[in-house]
C-alpha cells in the first residue's frame, strides 16, 4: 500500500494501562492511552475523553519517578500521571511552557514571601501538632491564594453535593438585597460571593475566598427572613475571621501544606478531603462562639433580632436529629439559642424583606431539581 506524502506520521502512543487520569470531577483514576497529536489527546477504549493544548500542559508536583501533570484549560483537579520515561520525555519537549508557575509571575513574589514564612511555621506542624499550626499560617496565606482555593472548594462541593446555583430572577433579587444588608451591616466589602444551592441537606457554610452558600434545604425549613439572615451573617462571621482558611489548613494536613509550600495548591488530594470536612465537621467551639456573637451584633445593628435564627437551628435539631445537617457543622447547644435571645431587643429597623420578597427567596429553587 503506497503511503501518500500527505499522511501524517501515525500518532505515537503508549500501552493502554501505563498513564492514569483523573478527570477533576470525579475521584475516579482511568487508565488512558495517549496520542502525541497537534495536541495532547487523552483516550479511553477509543474514545478521545479530553484534548490538551501543549502550551496549557504544566507540571504538577509528583513523587520521584512520576511526571504529574496538569492542564490551565481542564478542571482545575484533572491529571495525568506518567511513569514510562520516554514517553514522559517525548511530552515534556512538547510542552513549551511546563515549569511556568501556576500562579504566574506577579504571585511568585508572594508565594517567595509566604513559603518563608510558612516553611518556619512548617515547625509549629511538629512541634505543636497541627491546630495551632492553622491558627498560626491562615494569617500568613495570601488572598490570592486563598480565592484559587476557595474556587476549587466551590466546584468540589458543587459535585459532591450534586447542588447547582439556583437564581431564578425574583428570588435572586431578594436573596441579593438580604445578602446586601448583611453584607453592609457587617462591614465587608463586594467581593463577598453568594449564593443558595439546590441540595435539601439543611446547611449554609463560607468557602475560603469570601463565599457563602446557603443550601435550599435550609431555606425550606425557614419561617421568615430573620431566622435565614442570622445564618447568613452567622456565615460572614466565618467569612471574617477566615475559619474556612483555618479548617482547611487544619484538615488538609500535612501533605496539604506541603503541596501550598510548593505552589500545587489544587495537586493535593488532601484538598477533596479539606473541602469535604469544610461542609460536614465542625469549627472550634470558640470560632462558633466568635460567629454567633458576629452574627447578633449584625442582626442587631439592623434592628432585626436574633432570636429567629436560634429558633430556625433548634427547629431542624429536633426534626433531623445528628447526621449531616447544619447542627453536625454548627453544634447547637442550650447556650448558643440563650445567647441568641438574651438582650435581643424587639424589632427596631424595617423588616429585611417584605412578604412578597420572602415567598420569592423561598422558591428560589423552584425548577431546579
Ligand atoms: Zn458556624
Given at each position: 500500500m503506497a503511503m501518500d506524502s500527505d499522511t501524517p506520521t501515525p500518532a505515537k502512543s503508549t500501552?493502554?494501562?501505563?498513564?492514569?487520569?483523573?478527570?477533576?470531577?470525579?475521584?475516579?483514576?482511568?487508565?488512558?492511552?495517549?496520542?502525541?497529536a497537534d495536541r495532547l489527546e487523552i483516550d479511553e477504549d477509543e474514545q478521545t475523553l479530553a484534548a490538551w493544548a501543549y502550551a496549557d500542559i504544566r507540571r504538577a508536583d509528583s513523587p520521584a519517578g512520576m511526571l504529574r501533570l496538569s492542564c490551565l484549560t481542564a478542571p482545575a483537579l484533572a491529571r495525568l500521571e506518567l511513569r514510562d520515561k520516554e514517553l514522559a520525555n517525548e511530552l515534556v519537549s512538547r510542552c513549551t511552557n511546563i515549569d511556568d508557575h501556576m500562579i504566574g509571575r506577579r504571585g511568585v513574589a508572594a508565594i517567595?514571601?509566604?513559603?518563608?514564612?510558612?516553611?518556619?511555621?512548617?515547625?509549629?506542624?511538629?512541634?505543636?501538632?497541627?491546630?495551632?499550626?492553622?491558627?498560626?499560617?491562615?494569617?500568613?496565606?495570601?488572598?490570592?491564594?486563598?480565592?484559587?482555593?476557595?474556587?476549587?472548594?466551590?466546584?468540589?462541593?458543587?459535585?459532591?453535593?450534586?447542588?447547582?446555583?439556583?437564581d431564578n430572577a425574583a428570588g435572586q433579587k431578594a436573596f441579593?438585597?438580604?445578602?446586601?444588608?448583611?453584607?453592609?451591616?457587617?462591614?465587608?466589602?463586594?467581593?463577598?460571593?453568594?449564593g443558595v444551592l439546590s441540595s435539601s441537606v439543611?446547611?449554609?457554610?463560607?468557602?475560603?475566598?469570601?463565599?457563602?452558600?446557603?443550601?435550599?434545604?435550609?431555606?425550606?425549613?425557614?419561617?421568615?427572613?430573620?431566622?435565614?439572615?442570622?445564618?447568613?451573617?452567622?456565615?460572614?462571621?466565618?467569612?471574617?475571621?477566615?475559619?474556612?482558611?483555618?479548617?482547611?489548613?487544619?484538615?488538609?494536613?500535612?501533605s496539604f501544606l506541603i503541596g501550598l509550600l510548593f505552589g500545587d495548591i489544587t495537586g493535593s488530594s488532601a484538598l477533596i478531603f479539606g473541602s469535604r470536612t469544610l461542609v460536614t465537621s465542625s469549627h472550634s467551639r470558640e470560632a462558633e462562639n466568635d460567629a454567633d456573637s458576629f452574627a447578633i451584633d449584625v442582626m442587631?445593628?439592623?434592628?432585626?433580632?436574633?432570636?429567629?435564627?436560634?429558633?430556625?437551628?433548634?427547629?431542624?435539631?429536633?426534626?433531623?436529629?445528628?447526621?449531616?445537617?447544619?447542627?453536625?457543622?454548627?453544634?447547637?447547644?442550650?447556650?448558643?439559642?440563650?445567647?441568641?435571645?438574651?438582650?435581643?431587643?424587639?424589632?427596631?429597623?424595617?423588616?429585611?424583606l417584605t412578604s412578597e420578597e420572602w415567598r420569592s427567596l423561598k422558591s428560589i429553587c423552584d425548577g431546579k431539581s
Open positions: 500501552t493502554l494501562g501505563s498513564v492514569a487520569y483523573f478527570d477533576g470531577t470525579s475521584s475516579r483514576r482511568r487508565m488512558v492511552t495517549l496520542r502525541l517567595v514571601g509566604w513559603s518563608l514564612a510558612a516553611a518556619v511555621s512548617i515547625v509549629a506542624v511538629v512541634l505543636f501538632g497541627l491546630p495551632l499550626a492553622a491558627d498560626r499560617l491562615t494569617p500568613l496565606v495570601p488572598e490570592a491564594f486563598e480565592r484559587r482555593l476557595g474556587d476549587v472548594a466551590d466546584s468540589q462541593v458543587k459535585t459532591m453535593f450534586d447542588a447547582k446555583v439556583c441579593t438585597k438580604l445578602m446586601t444588608a448583611l453584607r453592609e451591616s457587617a462591614g465587608l466589602d463586594t467581593s463577598v460571593q453568594s439543611p446547611n449554609a457554610f463560607a468557602l475560603p475566598g469570601g463565599k457563602v452558600y446557603l443550601f435550599n434545604g435550609l431555606l425550606t425549613k425557614a419561617e421568615n427572613a430573620d431566622e435565614i439572615a442570622g445564618v447568613l451573617a452567622h456565615e460572614l462571621g466565618h467569612l471574617k475571621h477566615r475559619d474556612s482558611m483555618r479548617a482547611m489548613i487544619h484538615n488538609g494536613g500535612t442587631h445593628r439592623l434592628g432585626r433580632p436574633a432570636k429567629p435564627t436560634g429558633e430556625l437551628l433548634l427547629r431542624v435539631t429536633g426534626k433531623e436529629g445528628k447526621g449531616l445537617s447544619i447542627i453536625s457543622t454548627h453544634p447547637l447547644s442550650e447556650d448558643r439559642l440563650a445567647r441568641m435571645s438574651r438582650q435581643d431587643p424587639p424589632a427596631s429597623g424595617p423588616p429585611l
